[in-house]
């Protein structure tokens, strides 16, 4: 199990604006499944047989996320994948709209 508290310098809305533009791309382009409850999310798939859970929550200015992955995500590079793509949703010089461009259609 990977937990991480990743700071955001927004309001909560945003941060949370920026964490549903991420779940939406990993849905298009990876085919994650994410249920919202309010500022929580749940998230599960599997991607080249490597099966993940994870959730996320939005508050307090931290994204408080744990993930469970298999051993053969850990060596692919999973969770230094997930750092770098929250880096990328959290940093201030990318708008909201901008992120949401990148969604696959």
Known sequence: MIQQEVPYPFD???ALARLRALTDYWSARHGV??????????LKGR????????SAEVGGGLIRAKVSVGMLAEKLGGPAYVRRKLA???DPTHTVEA??????R
């Open 12 to 14: 909560d809305d945003e």
């Open 33 to 42: 499944h994410t249920v919202w409850d309010g500022p929580r999310a749940s």
């Open 47 to 54: 991607k080249l047989g490597v099966k993940y859970d994870a």
């Open 99 to 104: 992120l949401r461009a990148r969604i696959p």
């Open 88 to 90: 990328e949703y959290l």
